[in-house]
């Protein structure tokens, strides 16, 4: 099985920089302190597929100049995980299909209303076309050879969707995991796990220090952070506060896995 990843955003709701700061983090000319929304782009078998389509989804395809989108997985429906969902048109359009989105029903409901353009009976030409699949904690889907098992978690009191591809796992906006859904996590080697910031606890989102707890008890040998907002600190800095087998992704950063 050979799988591709690449981190197309690594940021919280608001990116870094954030519009307006000046804070070192905002103002550093290090490229691995500019984050778009975090969004992860998955190949396998020569088709691509994409975690959560956020605001700088168009960006991000042409960034990384991908050509073509098999289907998106959604974690949640806030809106730095699917207001670019209309982005996929260029997709829809080109490969002459509607573009599969699988999420929990609760979210493609929340789809729904808020693109509800795409899903009236005699639709204006040019809207995007979705086809809307349920997906949820626990079941495991084939697409095109590629399995994909839903894990579930705790983005405070909202419960959200988590992928596992494999012995990879990504999942955004975790604030709890509980044991039936850590189960669902044995033998991952590779985790991608969110933090918000170092300090100040969150309602919804893993503090750093929390983070590396978590990555400590589910026994993973590698992780990597994602959905960071500019109070995490400096890359390199917070880097250097990590043990050696957990990083901070980055925009831009990708991976052959085995
Ligand atoms: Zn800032
Ligand atoms: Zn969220
Ligand atoms: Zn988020």
Do not use: W
Not at 35 to 42: D, E, I, N, Q, Y
Not at 44 to 56: L, W
């Amino acid at each position: 099985m050979k799988m591709q990843i690449t981190f197309l955003g690594t940021g919280t709701s608001q990116g870094i920089p954030v519009i307006g700061c000046t804070c070192p983090v905002c103002t550093s000319s290090d490229p691995k302190d500019k984050r778009l929304r975090c969004s992860l782009l998955l190949s396998y078998n020569e088709k691509n597929y994409v975690i959560d389509v956020g605001p700088d989804f168009r960006q991000q395809m042409l960034r990384h100049e991908v050509s073509n989108l098999e289907s998106v997985f959604l974690s949640h429906e806030h809106n730095d995980h699917v207001i670019g969902l209309d982005d996929l048109r260029p997709f829809i359009f080109r490969q002459k299909k509607e573009m599969k989105i699988f999420g929990l029903p609760r979210v493609l409901e929340e789809i729904k209303g808020r693109f509800s353009y795409a899903f009236q009976d005699s639709p204006y030409p040019g809207i995007p076309r979705f086809e809307l699949e349920k997906f949820t904690a626990g079941e495991k889907i084939s697409i095109s050879g590629l399995e994909v098992v839903g894990i579930g978690v705790d983005h405070g009191a909202l419960p959200i969707l988590g992928f596992r591809f494999g012995t990879f796992a990504y999942l955004t906006d975790v604030k709890s995991i509980d044991n039936k859904n850590r189960e669902l996590l044995k033998g991952v080697e590779l985790l991608v796990v969110s933090a918000i910031r170092q300090e100040r606890p969150h309602h919804s989102h893993l503090l750093l220090e929390e983070a590396i707890q978590l990555i400590k008890e589910l026994k993973v040998p590698n992780a990597l952070i994602i959905h960071m907002s500019h109070y995490m600190g400096k890359h390199e800095d917070v880097e250097k506060l990590l043990p050696p087998n957990i990083r901070l992704a980055y925009d831009g950063l990708s991976l052959n896995l085995a």
